[in-house]
C-alpha cells in the first residue's frame, strides 16, 4: 500500500501590467506528442474533485493523485499519503521520483489542492464541473492552484511512463490550507514534521506567470510581461479591542468603545510603514521603470536608486501595487461592535490584514500598530501566533538563467522580469525551512485576474497547455 502519515498533531502576473512592450505573438505548443489527453482527465479531476474548506476533502484530491502516480509505474515507497486525526480531510501528498546523481540535492515542485469557497447559485457555470467554452477553462481552481497542481501530477506521470531519468531527484508535494489562514496548512506540517520528505535545493511554486492585453493569446492578443516570483510578503491578522462599561443609549458619553475603535482604525490608515527594498525588488523597479519610460518609470528607477526621495515615491505610490512592493502594508478589513440597539457598546473589535516585507515579523509589525493608534486601551492580538517570517530567495544564476532561456523560446522579446509577490503562498513555509522557493512562469492571465478568488474562475486553454510545455522543459533543464 501507499505510505500513509497520520500525525497526532494538528497545517505576479499583476507586477506586470503596462510594462513589458506587447507584442502579438503566438506561443508555441508541445510537440507531437504531448498526451494531452491525459493531462486532461487529471485536470478535470482536480477541478471536479471539490477541496474546500467548507464541504470539501483535499485528502480525496491527494489520493486521486496518488492513484494515478501509481499506476504510471510509482512503487508504494515513492508516495506518502498524509494526513492529521484533528484534520482528516485535509491531507496532502508527497512524491519523489528518484534522479542519477548522488550529489545534486533533489529540487521540490509545490502546488496546493485547497480553493476558495464557491457558491453555485452565484457562478454562471457549476464551479465544480470543469467546462470549456469559448477557448477558456471555467471552473473553481482552474488556474488557483489545480493548474499547477494538475501539470507536476501529469508530469511526473509522463516522467514514469517515458522512463526519463533526471539527475537530480523530482520531489512532489501537494498540500491543503493555503487558502485559509488559521487552517491546517500540508506544508506548514510538512516542514514542522517531515522535513526530510521535502528537503530540496530549491522548490518551484504558484505566483509567477504573465498577462495578455486582454485579448485571449488564441484570437489575436499580446502577452505584456512575463513575471519570477523571487520572494513574498508574509501575512498576518491581527484582533483590535476596545472596551467599555457602556450603559444605557438614552445617556450617551463620550468614552465610546466604537468612538475609540474607529480612531485607532483611522491612525492606521494614515500611517506609513517605511520603505524597503530588498534584490528582487530593486531590480524589478529598476528594470520595470527602464521598460516603461514614462513619468512612473523615471520615479521607480529613481527611488530604487535613492529610498529617500519623497518626489519619486510621492509619484510610484499613485499606483496601489508599486506603492504595497515598497513596505509593510496593514488595512483594515472587518469590524464588530455593540450588543443591542438601545444600549452603549461594551466591546468593538477590528480585524486588521497586514502583508509584511520580508524579514518583518509579527510582534515589530503589532508594536508598529500599536505606536500608531497611541491608545494602550485597544488591545492587539495576533490571530495566528508563531507564522514564519517571509524570506525572499537569491536571484540565483543558476535558477533565473534557465527560467530566462526557456522563456525566450516560449515568448521570444518578452523579458522576464523578477518580482516580489505582495500577496502570500505556501512559499512562506518552505522557505523559512530553508529551501529557496521561487513562482515559475508558465500559464498567463488577462488584466481582470481571470476571476481568482472570484466569480466565475477560468484560464485560457491555450495559455494552459503553454504553460504545461513550458515547465516541462524548466523542469528538465533544472534536474540535469
Known amino acids: 500500500m501507499i505510505r500513509k502519515l497520520i500525525s497526532a498533531g494538528a497545517g505576479a502576473a499583476v507586477a506586470l501590467a503596462a510594462a513589458a512592450p506587447a507584442l502579438a505573438i503566438p506561443p508555441p505548443l508541445p510537440g507531437v506528442d504531448t498526451g494531452e489527453q491525459a493531462f486532461r482527465a487529471t485536470y478535470k479531476e482536480l477541478v471536479e474533485t471539490n477541496t474546500t474548506l467548507s464541504s470539501g476533502s483535499c485528502t480525496l484530491a491527494a489520493e486521486r493523485m496518488a492513484a494515478r502516480l501509481k499506476a504510471a509505474g510509482f512503487a508504494d515507497s515513492q508516495l506518502t499519503l498524509f494526513a492529521t486525526p484533528e484534520h482528516p480531510k485535509d491531507g496532502g501528498l508527497v512524491a519523489i521520483y528518484p534522479g542519477s546523481s548522488r550529489k545534486l540535492k533533489p529540487m521540490l515542485l509545490l502546488a496546493h489542492l485547497d480553493v476558495v469557497e464557491a457558491r453555485r447559485e452565484d457562478w454562471t457555470r457549476d464551479p465544480f464541473t470543469l467546462i470549456e467554452e469559448d477557448g477558456y477553462f471555467y471552473g473553481r481552481g482552474t488556474v488557483d492552484d489545480k493548474a499547477q497542481a494538475a501539470i507536476w501530477t501529469d508530469m511526473l506521470v509522463r516522467f514514469a511512463r517515458e522512463g526519463y531519468k533526471p539527475k537530480r531527484t523530482i520531489k512532489l508535494a501537494l498540500t491543503c490550507g493555503e487558502e485559509t489562514s488559521g487552517a491546517f496548512n500540508g506544508a506548514e506540517w510538512l516542514a514542522k514534521n517531515r522535513r526530510e520528505l521535502i528537503d530540496?535545493?530549491?522548490a518551484l511554486n504558484e505566483g509567477g506567470g504573465g498577462r495578455t492585453n486582454g485579448t485571449p493569446i488564441s484570437k489575436g492578443g499580446k502577452l505584456e510581461g512575463v513575471s519570477l516570483q523571487v520572494g513574498e510578503k508574509a501575512y498576518q491578522d491581527f484582533t483590535l479591542t476596545a472596551t467599555n462599561p457602556g450603559?444605557?443609549?438614552?445617556?450617551?458619553?463620550?468614552?465610546?468603545?466604537?468612538?475609540?475603535?474607529?480612531?485607532?482604525?483611522l491612525?492606521?490608515?494614515?500611517y506609513q510603514f517605511p520603505v524597503e527594498f530588498n534584490d528582487t525588488t530593486r531590480a524589478f523597479f529598476t528594470r520595470m521603470g527602464t521598460l516603461r519610460g514614462d513619468?512612473?518609470?523615471?520615479?521607480m528607477i529613481a527611488i530604487a536608486a535613492n529610498p529617500g526621495d519623497t518626489a519619486a515615491l510621492a509619484v510610484v505610490q499613485r499606483d496601489k501595487m508599486l506603492n504595497s512592493m515598497l513596505h509593510t502594508a496593514c488595512v483594515a478589513t472587518l469590524v464588530d461592535a455593540g450588543h443591542a440597539l438601545n444600549a452603549l457598546p461594551q466591546r468593538a473589535t477590528a480585524n486588521v490584514n497586514c502583508r509584511m516585507f520580508p524579514g518583518r515579523t509579527a510582534d515589530e509589525t503589532q508594536a508598529a500598530l500599536a505606536k500608531a493608534i497611541g491608545n494602550p486601551a485597544i488591545a492587539i492580538e495576533q490571530r495566528v501566533k508563531d507564522k514564519p517570517i517571509a524570506k525572499s530567495p537569491p536571484l540565483d544564476p543558476a535558477i533565473v538563467a534557465p527560467?530566462?532561456?526557456?522563456?525566450?523560446?516560449?515568448?521570444?522579446?518578452?523579458?522576464?522580469i523578477p518580482t516580489m509577490m505582495t500577496g502570500a503562498t505556501d512559499g512562506v513555509y518552505t522557505g523559512a525551512a530553508g529551501i529557496?522557493?521561487?513562482?515559475?512562469?508558465?500559464?498567463?492571465l488577462d488584466p481582470d485576474g481571470n476571476g481568482l478568488h472570484g466569480l466565475n474562475e477560468r484560464v485560457e486553454v491555450r495559455s494552459l497547455m503553454t504553460g504545461r510545455a513550458y515547465l516541462t522543459e524548466l523542469v528538465k533543464a533544472l534536474a540535469q
Open 436 to 444: 529557496p522557493t521561487y513562482g515559475v512562469p508558465g500559464v498567463w
Open 247 to 265: 450603559g444605557h443609549s438614552s445617556q450617551p458619553v463620550r468614552e465610546n468603545a466604537i468612538y475609540e475603535l474607529s480612531e485607532g482604525l
Open 200 to 202: 530540496a535545493a530549491f
Open 403 to 416: 527560467v530566462e532561456k526557456i522563456a525566450a523560446k516560449y515568448w521570444p522579446g518578452i523579458p522576464v
Open 267 to 270: 491612525k492606521i490608515r494614515d
Open 295 to 299: 513619468a512612473v518609470g523615471k520615479a
